[in-house]
């Protein structure tokens, strides 16, 4: 049974998806900063991730971006094979709802339309990146980040080989971290993707620092890893805005895929205090 | 933790300057002209070249930020720092013309760092992602040039009881660094 969506329903949701995640930090994001304030040993730490909390309850309050850098519009949807999309073209909905929400929303235009800059002006903005999964069904979710680049610039891929093993993995996720230091916005959160290829590995880290904090990985080795590289992150010392302290990291997340017999691609993808995604269903 | 309260109007005082040390909590009023990658750029450029600019910077304080739009009512949107190291090649350049101290966020080590230190200028760190708060500390927003560039104009803020920390002092102490090592187990 095909499912008939018109592409002014995505364009809309975006719209909103875009504002929402721009005045309200996720749930557990904020409950981790919380908790952070309670462990956290260094008293101008503590007193930064205070100033943090508290800047998200005035922006949901008053209704403003958590942030300035409103960042690149990440757009992950899961499509039911059965949805047939009318009205449009899918892709442009998107950037409309991107474009329409950044204007209602009063948020920072953080795009550019040529990234060489050779271009003057640079026109015809794309203003989203976006990721389709498409899956058995009729139903569509759409998880949706604005992703600031103070952390994303800060992320690593490295092509590993077998042998390397769990112990290069580890290494650098703790090299990543210590070179971004106060740059990626500490306390961050960590997304490690690990196998597929040069490009699976860097998507499989977005999606991994765009699961919550409260969701752990299924497999219970890489739960068990999961825990213990946020314990050696944490351990860096860099600590809340890089000023020194415990709490470097809110959460550490893997994700995996198969790979070749012959490969271990790693990728680290930073997010800071502020990843800013929410999820809605069409 | 006691707050050091730095004040300046025209330009910012050398004495003020001299007492601060690294990891120094302080709260900062006066004028500063906003920086980001483009501004920056375009500014070195002119200097470069020995064409005017539109402010001098003379005693000033860069902030590196680049605004969200204000909601009606609102004098700056969102308003925290931007990673200063992209601009760390631009401003030795700066310094020369006069800038006395930079507010961003994020670490400056090696080349970056004593480019500040050779000029006797102050890194101050804001923090970064406090956007909603750190815009009620900006009592005024005008563009005082580059108006092209949108949120990478050059604008003057006036700032008051705006927090940040020191991280570079003038006898060249790095607070991220001495933090890290304290902080680190071994």
């Known amino acids: 049974m095909i499912r008939e969506i018109d592409v002014a329903t995505l364009r809309d949701t975006v719209a909103r998806l875009i504002v929402e995640a721009n005045y309200n930090i996720p749930d557990d994001i904020l409950q981790a900063l919380r908790d952070a304030v309670a462990r956290e040993e260094s008293e101008i730490g503590r007193r930064t991730l205070e100033q943090l909390v508290r800047n998200y309850e005035v922006a949901a309050a008053e209704r403003l971006p958590v942030c300035q850098d409103s960042g690149v519009a990440v757009v992950m949807l899961e499509v039911g094979q059965d949805v047939h999309w009318s009205g449009g073209s899918f892709q442009e909905a998107i950037f409309e709802g991107v474009r329409d929400g950044t204007k209602s929303g009063y948020l920072r235009w953080s795009v550019t339309g040529d990234p060489t800059r050779m271009l003057k002006p640079a026109g015809g903005d794309a203003p989203a990146v976006i990721h389709v999964d498409l899956v058995p069904g009729s139903d569509v979710k759409i998880t949706f980040a604005s992703k600031g680049f103070g952390a994303e610039n800060m992320s690593a891929l490295k092509m590993f080989v077998p042998a390397d093993g769990v112990a290069a993995i580890t290494q650098f996720v703790l090299d990543t971290v210590d070179r971004a230091g106060a740059n990626a916005c500490p306390p961050i959160i960590v997304g490690v993707g690990v196998g597929g290829t040069f490009e699976t590995a860097a998507l499989l880290a977005k999606k991994a620092v765009l699961r919550p904090l409260d969701v752990r990985h299924p497999r219970p080795d890489l739960c068990r890893l999961e825990a213990e590289l946020l314990e050696r992150v944490n351990g860096l010392g860099i600590g809340p805005q890089g000023l020194g302290g415990r709490i470097t990291a809110l959460g550490v997340n893997i994700e995996v895929y198969p790979t070749h017999i012959a490969g271990l691609p790693v990728a680290v993808n930073l997010g800071c205090h502020s990843t800013r995604r929410i999820s809605a269903s069409l | ?186």
């Not at chain 2, 631009?90 to 930079?102: K, S």
């Not at chain 2, 200028?121 to 815009?135: K, S």
Request: hydrophobic share 45%.
């Open chain 2, 1 to 186: 933790m006691s707050v050091i309260h730095l004040t300046w109007n025209t330009g910012v005082n050398n004495a003020d300057l001299d007492r601060l040390r690294a990891g120094d909590a302080v709260e900062l009023n006066g004028r500063v002209f906003s920086f980001r990658d483009a501004t920056a750029a375009r500014l070195t450029r002119a200097l470069d070249a020995g064409e005017p600019i539109p402010v001098s910077l003379e005693n000033q304080i860069l902030y590196a930020v680049g605004p969200s739009p204000p909601k009606p009512g609102q004098i700056i949107g969102s308003a925290g720092p931007t990673t200063t190291a992209r601009m760390a090649r631009f401003l030795p350049t700066l310094f020369a013309a006069g800038v006395r101290a930079v507010i961003g966020k994020g670490e400056l080590h090696g080349d970056e760092m004593s480019g500040f230190v050779k000029s006797g200028a102050v890194y101050f760190a804001a923090i970064g992602g406090l956007g909603a708060l750190l815009a009620k500390q900006i009592s005024s927003a005008d563009v005082a040039g580059y108006e092209d560039l949108g949120p990478e104009a050059l604008y003057s803020l006036e700032v008051s009881a705006f927090p940040a920390v020191v991280i570079i002092d003038r006898t060249g102490r790095n607070f991220h660094e001495t933090a890290r090592v304290q902080w680190r187990r071994r």
